[in-house]
């Protein structure tokens, strides 16, 4: 199907470990990338695509959803 992709970054291998919510995160540049290539879903094997809750600066905005 044109449009949807899966990104296995691996990361299901730390579930049974606190190192889980530290996962990796896609960036606003590979963010708008998959929007200027239309893509219409894409799905992650992670809690979110956006930077990980730990990691997160004041006024966070969820840019990558």
Known sequence: MQGYGVID???TGHMDS????DHPSLTL???EWLVDKRAK???VD????DMPSIKR???FTWPVH
């Open 9 to 11: 970054t691996g990361w």
């Open 18 to 21: 606190d190192r889980y919510f």
């Open 29 to 31: 540049d590979a963010a």
């Open 41 to 43: 879903m894409v799905a």
């Open 46 to 49: 992670l809690l979110t695509p």
């Open 57 to 59: 600066p004041e006024g």
